[in-house]
């Protein structure tokens, strides 16, 4: 192979001094590639990497015409107890590898490192065009590829892949040494001479060793006695400035941070100290640095402190808070118990936008109203009977304007207020409210759980200008990840990405008093990082609620949580539950949904997140409703019905409830399904609560009952017996009935309920020993019999009647 049908494709550091060359083909030629390095960087002469060193960056490595696949144990998401079988799919085998003995990789010790292997001829594997290959465990769970491997692709859809090049088998890796460390503050370029397009270069860019760089230092502004200190980790910036003005019309005052010493733990620390007080005032960072595929360094950018308190807005300043003066007083609120939740998700406009309150303009955008509204008297959360809200983000996110509105899942800042919902945010005062409505549902009885969003950034992305390298996931040409679906993934197992997301997290518990989270796209994290974030915030608050949305566009994790302390929101249970009422699925899904998804979503019983609306999907009326244009603003009869068989069935189901606020009055946005800046489709109207009350009532009677001494029977801590629960259906029917606590195991106390989600009216034959008990009806598919009238207890029908869409709630206690 002459070296002119060759090229550089990618060269990174593998250590501050210690780096790698990325040929685009195998070279086989004695003498060394035709390399050469920028800016007069002196190297040593360049030697030939190990095979396993190219195994381990591409998952596959050819010698001696064997070819073999090889993961690192340590990538596997389960603890090693609980491993399930990995298996190496591709085009080879049609991507058809799950239980296949033939493609299931072995267990082995290479080197002191325990390793996942494949072996077989390389012949077959090596072909043109390249075949792809990934791993997958024997759930089902794919291995992701990370955004640097050197045998990436990516198809139309955007799935990444890893590639079985014939042309680059380890022969294409060579490494080199430097005489000193890397200056990272620079841009560096590695060039490919002589070939017949002439010279190719490529960036330089640190490898896995600069995300490990950190500091434990307080970091933003911090106020002391007579000074303030300002600190920003910018690990490649070439310097970096603080721009302070008292008040939004001043001129901004400049200084100059200096480089902490890395000798003393502050590895790419800049500070600065200022001996003035300045708690109230404004500030902005602006940073210079290597201006290339892998840095967005822009001297004349102003950039908001990501640790700043609180912002004037999204593109900043941020504003100087006296940690001092910001304290909460705690509240004596204690977070329910995981298994008692009963959770309502909830936006601040869309709760407070037409509440029944005497509120202004200004307070009905934010957190001001809220707080009226929470103490006013005909509270709507106090009414349906939840413990729990979870507010949509009320982190500082990207809004254009103040009265624009917003989900909020563009995030500027993970510890300022948003502050288009505070009344006077250049003052900061969105602290206090955000403060005060947090004690309001408190004192409530109700739980506040946030809604964060860690896994990628809004605009501008504040951040980037810090470090793109650092804090985002990029390929090898610097190009961003998008398994978001927002163009800019968060590189979250960077040291200091993972720190600034526990240091948020406990700020807001701290500061705030909120109960959990819940983190979107929580896949994009990362297991490891996951837990990480649970072993801090439960040192902080040991009943702290975590939950994942355990999926994105790259994959779903939930099974892989299996092992945590997070709960996950369970998106099969909310599918199942849409086609169920309308009288589709399996007797055997429903028995699986309504134990709590065991085992393989959920390993204990509050790990799984029952729903069936968010705010990301259309209401549960518009999903279900029988007319034509899928609008359920006017809905039907069944509609109706069909509601209430399915909060029957959720808050029936093992595991934590949660609906989203105007479920309860079937709330319809007219059949739309994003509606993330439609303000007038997504607010309450509270009148429909009225036009609705029927149902209302049900919904608020079934959290009533979920959440009585006999409803404990629902709320389970650890998993039941394999006989707690008991079922029979109807004739060829979905139909069924369930007792639970069938074995006594729970004390003398049962609850039968029937379910019919068919149109016909059914029968199911119960058990005689069952059916002679003395039951009591609790609850029909219209109300809440023992709400209306004592219900006299009985032997029930050994032929139980359940109409069409109907459903009976029966107790007994002797």
């Known amino acids: 192979m002459s070296h002119r049908a060759n090229s550089i494709v990618q060269a990174w550091m593998e250590t501050p001094t210690r780096g790698i060359v990325q040929l685009a083909r195998d070279w086989k030629a004695r003498y060394a590639p035709p390399v050469r390095f920028s800016n007069g960087l002196k190297t040593g002469d360049l030697e030939r990497v190990p095979e396993r060193v190219y195994a381990d960056l591409s998952g596959y490595t050819v010698s001696d015409d064997v070819l073999q696949f090889i993961l690192p144990a340590g990538a596997h998401p389960r603890p090693f107890a609980r491993r399930s079988p990995v298996y190496v799919a591709g085009d080879f085998n049609s991507w058809d590898a799950i239980g296949k003995p033939a493609w299931q990789l072995t267990e082995e010790q290479r080197d002191g490192d325990t390793v996942l292997v494949w072996q077989g001829p390389a012949e077959p594997l090596l072909s043109h065009p390249p075949h792809r290959f990934k791993f997958v465990t024997g759930e089902g769970q794919w291995f992701d ?59 330089l860019r640190p490898g896995a060793y600069f995300y490990t760089w950190a500091s434990d230092l307080p970091l933003g502004a911090i106020v002391g006695s007579g000074e303030t200190i300002f600190r920003l980790f910018a690990p490649r910036a070439q310097r970096v400035e603080v721009l302070i003005a008292e008040g939004t019309a001043a001129k901004p005052e400049r200084f100059r941070l200096a480089r902490r010493s890395d000798a003393d733990g502050a590895a790419g620390v800049w500070e600065a100290t200022i001996g003035r007080d300045l708690h109230g005032w404004h500030y902005w960072y602006q940073l210079q640095g290597p201006q290339d595929e892998f840095g967005l360094f822009d001297p004349h950018q102003r950039i908001l402190d990501p640790y700043a308190l609180a912002a004037v807005g999204r593109a900043g300043p941020g504003v100087v808070v006296d940690r001092r003066r910001i304290r909460r007083r705690p509240d004596g609120f204690k977070t329910p118990a995981w298994q008692d939740l009963v959770i309502c998700e909830a936006h601040v406009r869309d709760l407070v936008a037409h509440a029944p309150i005497v509120a202004t303009e200004a307070e009905r955008r934010g957190f001001g109203g809220l707080r009226k509204w929470i103490d006013s008297d005909p509270f709507y959360l106090s009414q349906l009977g939840v413990n729990c809200v979870e507010l949509q983000p009320v982190q500082e996110f990207d809004n ?166 997070w709960a996950s929101w369970n998106d099969g249970y909310r ?160 139909a069924g009935a369930v007792l639970f606590n069938a074995d006594n195991s729970a004390g003398p106390e049962q609850i039968l309920l029937a379910l019919n989600p068919t149109g016909d009216d059914v029968e199911i034959d119960l058990d005689p020993a069952v059916a002679s008990r003395n039951w009591r009806l609790v609850a029909d598919h219209e109300r809440f019999v023992s709400n209306v009238r004592p219900a006299a207890g009985g032997p029930l029908e050994l032929r139980l009647w359940v109409p069409g869409l109907g459903c009976g709630l029966w107790v007994r206690h002797d």
């Not at 990444?160 to 370029?189: C, K, Y």
């Not at 005062?429 to 004192?443: D, K, P, T, Y």
């Not at 590189?491 to 109960?515: K, N, P, Q, W």
């Open 575 to 734: 599918r199942f539950a849409k086609e169920w009422v309308r009288g589709h699925g399996t007797r055997e899904t429903f028995e699986y949904y309504l134990k709590g998804s065991p085992w393989y979503f959920a390993h204990w019983p509050a790990q799984t997140v029952n729903y069936v609306e968010s705010h990301d999907d259309r209401t549960w009326v518009d999903e279900v409703t029988e007319n034509a244009d899928g609008s359920g603003f006017l809905p039907t009869p069944n509609d109706r019905r069909r509601a209430h068989l399915m909060a029957a069935l959720l808050f029936s189901s093992i595991g934590i409830p949660m609906l989203s606020a105007g479920q309860d009055f079937l709330r319809s946005k007219h059949g739309v399904n994003n509606t993330y800046q439609r303000g007038d489709l997504n607010a309450l109207y509270y009148r429909r609560l009225q036009r609705y009350a029927g149902t209302h009532a049900y919904f608020a009677d079934w959290i009533a009952f979920r959440r009585s001494e006999t409803g404990r029977l629902l709320r389970h801590y650890s998993r039941a017996t394999e006989t707690f629960f008991r079922f029979w259906f109807a004739t060829d029917s979905l």
């Open 145 to 203: 590829v990370p955004g640097d491997a050197p045998n990436l692709v990516v198809d139309d859809d955007g799935n990444r892949n890893r590639i079985v090049d014939p042309d680059r088998t380890g022969h294409h890796l060579f490494a080199f040494e430097l005489e000193r460390p890397l200056d990272l503050t620079q841009s560096w370029q590695v060039s490919w001479s002589g070939g017949t397009e002439g010279d190719i270069s490529v960036p």
């Open 400 to 565: 254009e304007t103040v009265e624009e509105y917003h989900w909020g899942y563009m995030t500027n800042n993970y510890f300022a207020p948003e502050s288009s919902y505070a009344l006077e945010p250049a003052k900061a005062s969105g602290i206090r409210e955000l403060q005060e409505v947090v004690a309001a549902f408190h004192r409530r009885g109700i739980a506040v759980i946030l809604d964060v969003v860690y896994n990628h950034v809004g605009v501008p992305g504040h951040l980037m200008f810090i470090d793109k390298l650092y804090y985002f996931e990029v390929d090898g040409q610097g190009g961003l990840s998008n398994w978001s679906g927002c163009g800019n993934d968060l590189r979250a197992r960077s040291a200091m990405a993972t720190r600034l997301i526990i240091d948020s997290c406990l700020h807001l518990m701290e500061t705030y008093g909120v109960d959990g989270f819940r983190f979107d796209l929580a896949e994009l994290l990362g297991g490891d990082v996951l837990r990480q974030i649970e072993l801090a915030l439960k040192r902080a608050k040991p009943d702290v609620v975590l939950i994942a949305e355990p999926w994105s566009f790259r994959g779903h994790i939930a099974g892989a949580l299996g092992e945590t302390g």
